[in-house]
């Protein structure tokens, strides 16, 4: 039910077709990956940041479905960081955040990428809109990951992104200019979503559930906060490309309405 509501298609984008073919090649990704994150808790870093082309400004999408994480790893036990871009960092100076900023790889037990380019097959980044990106080439870390073993989890909603080269074809097929836009780099768990910060909450959910203890409720109110930071920082919806409260064109009180549901989903499941 979970993986299911956090790929819900509000906006048509298609990839509710994408996520529909994903779930038949691995139904229970969600469980997977929330796996694989609670076994690795013990020093995470967390990437994010998604500049909207032409202007370079970074998207509302992402960096609050980071820091709900960074916090769920605090609360169990874990010590995480934030990579991020200078502009998101600023906008989130007052949340207490440790930032990343020399990362070595070897120093982290598992990478998690919220709503970060990924690579094409020709080396760029692109935009949705097949726009070339400007943006430091974090996926460099998730590949240096990989050859050492270190667990990865991607964690994205258009094909675009760090970890979709785990369904590159389906990206191809599905999602308009896929061949061009999408990301080649893989990961060990892709959580795949309609909105990435969405499938951040989704992944704390479906944690929220194995252990028994809800740690989404809160997030409610926070995902204003946190949206009333970036905004006023200037970061942007990655669709209207304008500085206001809303994620992916959808405004903010969807967002809150969903994640009351999610809530509930949770509630229900541990009650």
Known sequence: MI???INTDLYGRNVIRLYLEYRKRNFDFLK???????ENIDRVLIVSCFPIP???IPETDGPPGALALYRTVEKLGGKAEILTCKKIQEALKDFKIDFAHASLVENYSLLVSVETPGRAKDGKYYSMSAL???VPPFDELFLKARELGIPTIGIGD???EIGM???WDLVCKHIKFGEKIGSVVEVDALILSAVSNWGAYGLIAQVS???G???IKDWIEEEEKVLKALVSSGVIDGITKRPELSVDGIPLEVHKSFLTMLNSIVENKIG
């Open 165 to 167: 080269g785990n369904i």
């Open 132 to 134: 070339e990106i400007e």
């Open 32 to 38: 997977n990956a929330t796996s694989l994150f609670l």
């Open 209 to 211: 559930v194995e252990l």
């Open 213 to 215: 203890e809800n740690m």
């Open 3 to 5: 993986a299911h509501l």
């Open 158 to 160: 258009g094909g675009n």
């Open 54 to 56: 032409p202007m370079q």
